[in-house]
């Protein structure tokens, strides 16, 4: 089932826990790809880290139009994929995927998402559970471009976010990623299914100097 823009029209936070364990899926010519939504990280117009602090511009214009519009926008040169939630401005960023394979996934799709996100060396396939490990990443391997989908709204015949029922019974919250020092870095604004936390962007359980209730914390879903 399709998430509702009612899903979107939500504080920011809420939003970007919810989504985790959500199914990505997106048709790149006539093949269906999908990932599952395993790290977000939330953005609001009042903190300095998010794009809308910096202003009103017709490329951020996604962010304060309706909750559940698509923002997408470069980074690093690659495609990376955001969605607009409750408040003028709030966004949440998908940050990490995982490949998810059901009874409607195609034969087709593995290799098709490992060509479009093909390894440095090409000779060797991009390791399947590490072809969404990141904002580009994801982007890449589902197909999805800014050109096609910055402020547009969902759709189900062609992109949609899916809810198949599967719900983390741990989520870790900590900082974001690539926040420089001194617009607001310190918020723990990024969530990750906890099960699913080595093929995230940035694992803090494998970081040994973070100390956990500190660096980190870890939420029971209830």
């Known amino acids: 089932m399709d ?38 990280e939330a953005y609001y117009k009042n903190e300095k880290g998010s794009h809308a ?5 017709e ?8 909750p559940g519009t698509i923002y997408m926008y470069y980074a690093r040169g690659g495609d990376s994929l955001n969605v607009s ?8 960023l998908i940050k990490s995927c995982l490949v998810y394979c059901d009874e409607h996934t195609p034969s087709e799709m593995l290799p098709l998402m490992q060509a479009l996100n093909p390894q440095k060396n090409k ?19 589902l197909g999805i471009k800014v050109s096609d989908w910055d402020q547009k709204c969902f759709d189900p015949e062609r992109f949609f976010i899916d809810d198949t029922g599967y719900r983390p019974r741990q989520i870790i919250q900590t900082t974001r990623l690539g926040i420089p020092q001194g617009r607001d870095e310190h ?8 099960e699913k936390a080595a093929y995230c962007t940035s694992n803090p359980l494998r ?15 209830s």
Request: charged share 25%; glycine share 6%; net charge positive.
């Open 3 to 40: 998430l509702s823009s009612a899903f979107f029209d939500r504080d920011a936070l809420l939003v970007a826990k919810g989504l985790l364990g959500k199914v990505i899926r997106h048709r790149y010519e006539e093949t269906w790809l999908s990932a599952m939504i395993i790290e977000t």
């Open 53 to 57: 602090s910096l202003g009103f511009t």
């Open 59 to 66: 490329k951020r214009k996604a962010l304060f139009m309706e």
């Open 85 to 92: 939630c409750q408040g003028k401005g709030n966004a949440v």
């Open 123 to 141: 000779n060797l396939p991009r390791p399947v559970d590490f072809l969404c490990s990141g904002q580009t990443l994801l982007c890449k391997s």
């Open 187 to 194: 918020l723990m604004y990024r969530f990750i299914d906890h």
């Open 207 to 221: 970081k040994k100097k973070w100390v956990l209730g500190k660096d980190y914390h870890v939420l029971s879903v």
